[in-house]
């Protein structure tokens, strides 16, 4: 095979992979960049059922520390009335 003719299918074949790199990358690029999207979609998703949970959690703490503090105020009221009032002496 004389140089000219290995020079040109190298040519040739390095054509062909310039080709087919241009052609693929972009394509490849635009799944990669669909996938993170459609990834990061269900991630936000998840956080946000996540701390609609958190959230809920809190309030129901929250209304437990209401109830709970309204029973220490009424007991703390009954102790105070209780010992206002003279013992009988039987």
């Known amino acids: 095979m ?43 998703d998840a956080m946000d059922a996540f701390a609609s949970g958190v959230h809920a959690r809190i309030d129901d703490l929250r209304a437990d520390v209401h109830e709970l503090r309204d029973w220490q105020t009424s007991h703390t009221a009954e102790h105070v009335l209780l010992r206002d009032q003279p013992h009988s002496e039987d």
């Open 2 to 44: 004389s140089p000219e003719v290995a020079a040109a299918i190298v040519g040739a074949v390095a054509l062909i992979v310039a080709t087919l790199i241009t052609a693929l990358v972009p394509s490849l690029l635009r799944r990669t960049r669909g996938a993170v999207e459609a990834e990061g979609a269900a991630t936000r």
